[in-house]
């Protein structure tokens, strides 16, 4: 689907319910989340100003999972900087939130409409499937590690491990252990297979497929 189209898709599922006479991208407010390594400037930018051009009210916080970030924060921290950036669009005049997540930001996006209520979100090529095959295998010693650590009163030492990304890139990282069971515990909260049963009753939600990537990426656009 072109970027076009899908703006369009998500303009009128998170304006459904406004009146005809109102405006509704000025009571829109949008929450745009980069994806794994990624930064507000980077590859979701492009979307950010396309936003913002259209009269949508936009916030694009640098998340946990930034390049210089590197899962520096678990859950509960991202779900509270997206609360944070969604409370910035209201004091602007939102009376609507949606959030828009590209790969890792879409997986985030999911979880976090199982916790908050939303009017919509706009899932683009969701990365980050712990419950897959591949973060099974590549994964499975960190999280191992991460728990015995957890156990052990040790939830802020770090635990060393190959990160993967899409185009085959890998990066070497160093990581809180909360924050390893968090982002890569197949029974941790980004399960995406438990997130999509879980949201919230009322949620518009937008899952843009992609055509060319990872078979387990594919795979879990497919539920």
Do not use: C
Request: hydrophobic share 45%.
């Amino acid at each position: 689907m072109k970027p076009s189209h899908w703006l369009l898709a998500l303009g009128l599922l998170v304006g459904a319910g406004l009146s005809a006479n109102t405006p509704a991208a000025d009571k829109i407010g949008v929450v745009v989340l980069h994806g794994k390594w990624g930064s507000p400037d980077g590859q979701t930018s492009g979307l950010a100003n396309f936003l913002a051009a259209e009269g949508f009210l936009v916030a694009s916080p640098e998340m946990p999972w930034s390049g210089r970030r590197t899962y520096d924060k678990g859950a509960d921290a991202f779900v509270t900087e997206i609360d944070a950036a969604a409370t910035e669009l209201r004091a602007k005049g939102a009376k609507k939130i949606a959030v828009v997540g590209h790969s890792q930001g879409a997986s985030a996006a999911l979880y976090y409409a199982t916790q908050r209520q939303v009017a919509g979100i706009a899932l683009i090529a969701p990365g980050g499937y712990p419950q897959g095959k591949t973060f099974l295998e590549n994964y499975g010693a960190a999280v191992a590690e991460a728990r015995a650590l957890v156990g052990q009163g040790m939830a802020d030492a770090l635990v060393a491990f190959t990160d993967l990304n899409t185009g085959n890139r890998s990066r070497g990282m160093r990581v809180p252990a909360r924050s390893v069971l968090d982002y890569f515990d197949p029974q941790g909260p980004m399960n995406s297979y438990k997130n999509a049963a879980r949201v919230k009753s009322g949620t518009a939600v937008l899952w843009v497929a992609p055509t060319r990537e990872s078979e387990g990426l594919m795979r879990s656009s497919q539920m």
